[in-house]
């Protein structure tokens, strides 16, 4: 395992070599393959984590800690005995996050190779987001919090590059763009000093960084973590009296009366966890997007669409979620943060939901939506439900990378769409650059809101039907994936209310099953105002499918909302139904995908099941395997010993080896039929209130036409006035501060008082007084009157030379006796 | 070897030679006369040198005396020179007037 | 009150005497007759002073080439006239006088003080040579304490005549190492064959022969008398018996036609003696050693250059080995003479000088004189008249004026006619 292990730096190098590699030769390569070097790597490194899971899976689940080549010690301060190694951990539970990013991380490069077609800083895109791939995968895969932290970092400076790409934009649009991307940085900035603080007091409290030292056994988990965490003697000598952060956390709990001294002041070791635990939810709000550090995401949305869905939808945001997990040990004994985070997430999701209800921007519906689906993770990792918080993490990587790649697919088709309805009109813009909607002479086109589209099913079959795919998952629908993970979320809250009686556990599972419906409801409003009905504007009546570049990733990806539950069905399930059913359902998609895909393919965008269309040799083929599936499904719901030997809960049983404190669920069949229900209910009622137009008169949505619902309307299309919100309580203090500061202190003060009186005016006055009186009174006369005490000893010496000659000799003569004299002085002494 | 005339007489006459020789020197007015005074003073000099080399029995004496005396020829050829070309120009010869390089 | 010493007053009050009528004189003339007076005093002293020579070299020189110079341009000038007319520094003659009456005191004082008469020259240094006269022997090095006097000396050689230092020395005697890069003895540690104490003393120059045989070494000494010669051609001869295991000869100076009158010059000389010294003169000889009335050996047509110090060494010389026969035979050495010295002040002597020791300044003030000359021609040619020149740049504003008005306007670059070497303006 060991072998295998030690290509773990091979993930993290992978994508940084990439993004070197299109760095430096971006510019000679062509298109094509810049994106096949950038997507390369990211399989690349998918496929070694993958070796490494399958490795793990064969060595018995246990974790390994690699020393990556040449990089040592981190910081290495020998005097302060601090020494902070470059140390990877291969455990199951970054071995998902691993997963997770660089799999759907790979279908995302090749989705943009098609999106960003045509972009002069085309090269420049995927070095940034093999970069972020890159410092994602330092997140998950440090052994400590000091790697963490750099990747946390890391992908917080991506966000920022990336978000800001089109910071070009023409018709002066970029500086909003621009605008997003620093608030991203800036909100995540303060989320990131909490988990500085948190990290620093881990430090202070344990002396140490590291998660688990290597040579740690952690004992599968579960409930009886306390005492399990074992430290293997003998080995390495590796800090060998001193545990890692979650042993020691342990044995001192287990012990009891731990007081941690900072000095002045001391406080009791719980405290001391709670304080830690505190802080990194500050953490966690800014980067995954929680109340109150969400106000950065709806603003990301200014980024390319693969952006969004790469880092704003699957990885980036869910590193908080990732960190909760990690330190599932720091949160078990700390129940009062973890109470915090769940009703922080709790709340998050129904607010986001809410807002969710009246956006406009299509990629803004999706962006709320991925705000209540983390409150969802937090608030299920919160009540510590940390496989079920993960298991939905996996599920929404797929789903809502699916809803964001459609669309985008969406946007691309609405802009080409507008090109041609335009290219009959005018015949002067040229430009190919993405996201210019403006003509000087015409209203602003925003290719982005909902309002200009309609009818889209038509003309975007595949996209339409992987919509449709990812928007029943997100809602919850059985068998999809959805369905599975938030049954699992929910399920934790109702153990949590009525078996262990937490206070939070009501809270959570009201406020989640308000944002499940919230959620059903504003996802087919959004399919309502996009897809169905008929186009509303030229634009949307000239839009094409996509190219198989961003239709495969669909694909792909809807294939995953389909079977990612199998990931973790619960226990109590009849597997053998379930794994029949998703047989089936596999059978209808295929029926449904393959023609779609060839059609495509022979370039004919036709609707839905068109499948006479096609030639007999596929039709056949198509036929063929749907039916395959099918069968095979009903055969193994009909025949038990067929399907009895699928595992269940595999997700928790895989992060029981690397997560203490994990534990499964079985199903509630009351609560899963409540949700399916609430979830149905949610579609229907959008329904309902969509029909038969989705947009009333004046473009208005309906709800805004109704006087019962126009105030709450209003309030979520105004997204609750949270900006509005910080910038009255924040930034304009701030900036009026600042502004003062500025102009009062430094300017008026400092430079023209202080300077001009001090620094000038003294100047002056000291200048003065040195030229005159001293350099021209006094020096200046000094030197004059030595120069005229020298004139008047040479005009004196001078008479010496008198010209004649006898004194010449005289004088000689005088001197020759003088040295006569002195010669012979000391003869004539005798 | 012991001369007859006792060193010391020698050293003395050349003492006095010498004496009117710088009195010369410096108490006349005219050029040439200076000149001539200051060949007193090498002959006295030169004197003074023989006699030495003679109670010394060393022949470095007397060569000085011989590169002297050849010396005091070229001095003499050019002085005199000198004093010609002067005159030429100031039409005297008396030193007081030559004091164009009164400082 | 010796005759010198009274010659010697006399001549000294007519020097004092003229020197002070030349410096009153009023006629230049005068004057410089005078000064010739004093110049024909000095050269008395120097004969006085056995400095021949430059009595002469004064006389010629001084009296004769620089006072006629002397003459001439006071003539030239004529400046026998001239004098008197007031003078501005008139306390210079109090000053000089004061000055001058210090000099003399100092002088009277130091005289008297430093004895003059009592100061003794240095002695001249010990001067010697080495002869090898030893048969059938290796060729040795002489050492004298630690210095080589000798190097590789074999049979029949000479040393140049050699100054050293007066003291006692170790005279050692080593066989001579064939390899040029042998190490000193002392180094190798090699035992000297002969081992003698040596005393030089100053002003001797002696000549040492190595003689006898190998088993009975000996050191023979000859001094050598290099003083001035009051004779000119006559030489000094010196007879030395180094032929071991031989009796007494006598030297005889042989008349050929007249046995009769040989002269017996030296007598007597047995194995180790060295003959006193004869004077003879320069001619040629007929010599002959005898022993017990056995002609030994005799020298015929044997003549020396005057003024030198012969040395004939009466030694066995080898003979290509014949078995039965002896290896060696009698016969002479006669190393080369050295000159004996020249008289004190004699022009030999300055000559010898001159053109040895103080070779570099006699040539450097031969240089001199030739600058003098050219430097007095110079100095005392006619003025020649400059001529003026032309101005080798015109500018053209000037010769558009010159141009334009037929009358030459720049009378400043106008140029004296002068027939040939008219410069062109370079630029036009």
């Known amino acids: 395992m060991e072998v295998i292990a030690s290509f773990v730096p091979l993930v993290v190098i992978l994508p940084f070599a990439g993004a070197l590699l299109n760095l430096f030769l971006g510019r000679y390569l062509s298109e094509k393959l810049i994106g096949a070097l950038a997507t390369t790597a990211a399989a690349l490194a998918f496929a070694v984590a993958a070796v490494m899971t399958v490795g793990i899976t064969a060595h018995g689940y246990e974790a390994v800690v690699v020393n990556p080549p040449i990089l040592d010690s981190w910081i290495y301060i020998p005097s302060a005995a601090i020494d902070i190694p470059w140390q990877m951990r291969v455990d199951t539970l970054s071995l998902t996050m691993m997963l997770v990013v660089t799999g759907v ?47 946390w970092e890391g992908v917080g400076l991506c966000s920022f590059l990336l978000i800001g790409f089109w910071f070009d934009k023409k018709h002066g649009e970029g500086w909003k763009n621009s605008n997003a991307a620093r608030k991203a940085f800036i909100v995540n900035r303060v989320g990131d000093f909490g988990l500085l603080l948190a990290i620093f007091l881990i430090f202070w409290t344990y002396g140490t960084l590291d998660y688990y030292k290597p040579n740690e056994v952690l004992h599968i988990g579960g409930e009886k973590a306390a005492a399990d965490v074992l430290v293997r003697e003998g080995g390495d000598g590796i800090a060998h009296g001193q545990k890692g952060v979650f042993a020691q956390t342990e044995a001192w709990l287990a012990e009891g009366g731990h007081i941690v001294s900072f000095g002045v002041f001391e406080l009791p070791f719980e405290t001391v966890v709670t304080l830690i635990t505190l802080f990194m939810l500050i953490g966690v709000t800014g980067k995954s997007a929680q109340i109150p550090l969400f106000v950065w995401l709806p603003d990301a949305m200014a980024g390319p669409t693969p952006v969004s869905a790469l880092i704003h939808a699957a990885t980036m945001v869910t590193a908080g979620v990732y960190l909760i997990t990690r330190n599932s040990v720091l949160y078990h004994a700390a129940p009062l943060s973890a109470a915090l985070v769940t009703v922080v997430g709790a709340a998050t999701a129904l607010m986001a939901g809410f807002i969710a209800l009246g956006q406009w921007d299509i990629k803004k519906v999706l962006a709320y939506s991925t705000v209540s689906q983390l409150g969802f993770m937090v608030a299920a990792v919160g009540i510590g439900g940390y496989a079920a918080g993960m298991f939905h993490l996996i599920t929404h990587a797929f789903f809502k990378a699916l809803l964001f790649l459609g669309s985008g697919s969406v946007i691309h088709a609405m802009e080409h769409g507008h090109h041609h309805a335009h290219a009959h009109h005018e015949s002067e813009h040229g430009e190919e650059s993405h996201g210019h909607a403006d003509h000087a002479h015409e209203e602003a086109f925003d290719p982005q809101d909902m309002r200009n589209m309609g009818g889209l099913a038509r003309r975007m079959p595949i996209t339409f039907v992987t919509y449709l795919i990812g928007t029943l998952a997100l809602a919850g629908i059985f068998p999809l994936a959805g369905f599975w993970s938030k049954d699992e979320i929910l399920g934790k809250a109702f153990n949590a209310a009525f078996i262990d009686g937490k206070l939070e556990g009501f809270a959570m599972l009201g406020l989640l099953l308000a944002a499940a419906g919230f959620t059903a409801f504003y996802m087919w409003r959004q399919i309502k105002l996009v897809f169905l009905g008929v186009p509303r504007t030229e634009a949307a009546a000239a839009a094409t499918e996509s190219s198989p570049s961003m239709t495969i990733p669909l694909l792909v990806l809807a294939a995953l909302s389909i079977f990612g539950g199998a990931l973790n069905i619960p226990l109590g399930v009849n597997s053998v139904l379930v794994i029949g059913v998703l047989f089936i359902t596999a059978g209808f998609w295929l029926l449904w995908a393959l023609p779609s895909v060839r059609l495509f393919f022979i370039g004919r965008a036709e609707p839905v099941t068109s499948l006479p269309s096609l030639k007999p040799a596929f039709r056949l083929i198509a036929l063929g395997s749907a039916a395959a599936f099918m069968l095979s499904g009903a055969a193994i719901i009909l025949v038990p010993s067929l399907g009895a030997s699928y595992p269940l809960e595999t997700l928790v049983l895989w992060l029981e080896h690397s997560v203490p404190y994990t534990k499964g669920l079985t199903l509630n069949p009351f609560l899963a039929i409540l949700a399916l229900g609430i979830g149905i209910g949610g579609i229907l009622l959008a329904q309902r209130v969509y029909s038969p137009a989705p947009l009333a008169e004046g473009n208005q949505d309906v709800l805004e036409i109704r006087p019962d619902t126009r105030p709450a309307f209003q309030l979520a299309n105004a997204k609750l006035y949270w900006d509005e919100t ?54 200046d006369q000094g030197f004059l009157r030595i120069g005229r005490a020298v004139a008047q000893a040479a005009a004196r010496l001078r008479t010496v030379q008198t010209g004649y000659v006898r004194t010449y000799v005289f004088t000689m003569l005088f001197g020759v006796v003088l040295v006569m004299l002195i010669l012979l002085l000391p003869l004539l002494r005798q | 070897m012991q001369p007859a005339v006792a060193t010391e007489y020698f050293v003395v006459l050349s003492a006095v030679l010498f004496i009117m020789g710088v009195l010369g020197v410096l108490v006349r007015r005219n050029a040439i006369m200076i000149f001539m005074s200051v060949e007193l003073m090498l002959n006295a000099a030169n004197l003074s040198l023989v006699a030495f080399a003679q109670q010394w029995s060393n022949m470095g004496g007397q060569l000085i005396v011989f590169f002297v005396i050849t010396i005091a020829a070229a001095e003499v050829a050019v002085g005199l020179a000198l004093i010609v070309a002067i005159f030429r120009t100031k039409k005297s010869i008396d030193i007081d007037e030559l004091n164009a390089m009164q400082g | ?95 000089a006088v004061a000055l001058t009456t210090i000099f003399l005191v100092v002088v009277f004082v130091g005289i008297a003080q430093a004895q003059i008469g009592t100061l003794q020259p240095q002695a001249p240094p010990p001067q010697a040579r080495f002869i090898h006269s030893i048969a059938n022997a290796p060729a040795v090095d002489i050492y004298l304490n630690e210095q080589r006097v000798a190097a590789d000396l074999s049979f029949g050689d000479a040393t140049e005549l050699q100054t050293l230092r007066a003291g006692n020395y170790n005279l050692l005697i080593f066989a001579a190492c064939p390899d040029p890069d042998c190490p000193s003895p002392f180094e190798r540690g090699a035992t000297p064959l002969v081992a003698l104490p040596l005393s030089l003393e100053p002003e001797r120059a002696t000549a040492y022969i190595v003689a006898g045989t190998p088993e009975d070494l000996r050191l023979l000494s000859a001094p050598l008398d290099l003083t001035p010669f009051e004779a000119e051609n006559t030489f000094r001869l010196t007879v030395v018996h180094a032929l071991p295991n031989f009796g007494a000869v006598n030297f005889i100076q042989e008349d050929l036609g007249n046995p009769n009158r040989n002269v017996v010059l030296a007598a007597e000389l ?88 103080y070779l570099l300044p006699f040539q450097l003030v031969g240089l001199l004189l030739l600058a003098t000359m050219v430097g007095a021609i110079i100095l005392t040619r006619e003025e020649v008249l400059k001529r003026e020149r032309k101005r080798l740049v015109v500018s053209p504003a000037i010769k558009r004026i010159n141009r334009a008005i037929p009358i030459n306007v720049s009378a400043e670059s106008a140029e004296p006619a002068l027939p040939s070497g008219e410069r062109e303006p370079s630029a036009d």
């Open chain 1, 105 to 151: 991380g790979t279908l995302i490069h090749l989705y943009a190779i098609g999106y960003m077609h045509g972009d002069p800083r085309f090269a420049r895109f995927f070095v940034y987001l093999n970069l972020f791939l890159g410092f994602m995968l330092i997140l998950v895969t440090g052994n400590n919090f000091l790697m963490m932290f750099v990747g």
């Open chain 1, 726 to 779: 910080y910038g009255r309580l924040i930034e304009q203090p701030y900036n009026r501060a600042a502004a003062w500061l500025a102009h009062k202190l430094d300017w008026e003060f400092w430079h023209d008082r202080f300077h001009h009186t001090v620094f000038r005016d003294f100047y002056k006055r000291a200048a003065d007084f040195i030229a005159t009186p001293v350099d021209r009174g006094a020096i």
């Open chain 3, 1 to 95: 009150m010796t005759f010198e010493l009274v010659l010697f007053i006399v001549v000294a009050a007519v020097a004092i005497f003229s020197a002070a009528f030349m410096l009153i004189s009023r006629n230049a003339v005068h004057s410089a007759l005078f000064l010739v007076v004093n110049l024909l005093c000095v050269a008395f002293f120097y004969l006085m002073l056995s400095a021949p020579f430059l009595a002469m070299v004064q006389i010629t020189v001084y009296a004769g080439a620089i006072m006629v110079l002397f003459m001439f341009v006071i003539m030239l000038l004529g400046s026998e006239r001239l004098g008197g007319g007031t003078t501005k520094y008139g306390w210079l003659a109090g000053g």
């Open chain 3, 270 to 357: 047995n194995f180790g003696d060295v003959s006193p010294m004869l004077s003879l003169e320069r001619r040629q000889y007929d010599f002959l050693f005898e022993n017990l009335g056995n002609r030994v050996i005799a020298l015929r047509e044997y003549s020396a250059r005057s003024r030198t110090h012969e040395l004939l060494i009466l030694t066995a010389v080898p003979v290509p080995a014949v078995a039965g026969a002896p290896s060696t035979r009698p016969s002479y050495l006669r190393p080369t003479a050295p000159a004996a010295r020249h008289a004190f002040g004699s022009p030999q002597q300055l000559g010898t000088e001159l053109l040895t020791t």
